[in-house]
């Protein structure tokens, strides 16, 4: 055996270990919220952004993309991109308004898991049907931040909520960049 063999990362694996992080970030984001910490939560959707932006990009680069990490990023977004900005946006907007505010929560989620599931079924490669969830979650952490930083009227938040999840859900095309 020789051992001035070194060691090299296999480039193979990075795809999904971009994948977990994003899990991991979504995650502590969810907590975050929970204890009330919505700037860094909505940071830590961002960071899920740029996360997910490389995961497919090197899969497909090094030519591993597969079945397995293609689920393992639906759920990373389901995390990342559906509970997290939506527990964040109603612990900062919505928890006074209760049952409006949770069907306003649980309507995001379920918008972007049908998305999902959609996207996953069709894989148009020129467009995407309705709004990626990756965008809506951003978008929505992008509001929280700035809702938290100048006050932002909570019925602003909820608009842009009922947007995001119609656009997720409608079957207008947008095309891929």
């Known amino acids: 055996m020789n051992s001035n063999k070194e060691f090299r990362f296999p480039v193979t694996v990075l795809p999904n270990i971009l994948t977990y992080c994003n899990v991991a970030v979504g995650t502590v984001a969810i907590i975050l919220a929970a204890g009330n910490l919505y700037y860094m939560a909505g940071m830590l959707i961002i960071i899920g952004a740029v996360l997910d932006r490389f995961d497919g990009k090197l899969a497909r680069k090094y030519e591993v993309a597969n079945e397995l990490g293609k689920q393992l990023d639906?759920?990373?977004?389901?995390?990342?991109?559906?509970?997290?900005?939506?527990?964040?946006?109603?612990?900062?907007?919505?928890?006074?308004?209760?049952?409006?505010?949770?069907?306003?929560?649980?309507?995001?989620?379920?918008?972007?898991?049908?998305?999902?599931?959609?996207?996953?079924?069709?894989?148009?490669?020129?467009?995407?049907?309705?709004?990626?969830?990756?965008?809506?979650?951003?978008?929505?952490?992008?509001?929280?931040?700035?809702?938290?930083?100048?006050?932002?009227?909570?019925?602003?938040?909820?608009?842009?909520?009922?947007i995001l999840s119609y656009s997720m859900v409608c079957k207008r095309q947008i095309k891929k960049i």
């Open 74 to 162: 639906s759920f990373a977004d389901i995390v990342t991109f559906g509970i997290a900005p939506a527990l964040t946006a109603y612990m900062l907007s919505f928890a006074d308004l209760q049952v409006l505010g949770m069907v306003l929560a649980v309507t995001f989620v379920i918008s972007g898991v049908y998305r999902l599931a959609r996207f996953n079924i069709l894989n148009n490669d020129k467009a995407f049907i309705g709004l990626p969830i990756t965008a809506a979650g951003f978008l929505l952490a992008v509001l929280v931040l700035y809702q938290n930083k100048f006050d932002v009227h909570p019925y602003i938040t909820a608009a842009a909520m009922i």
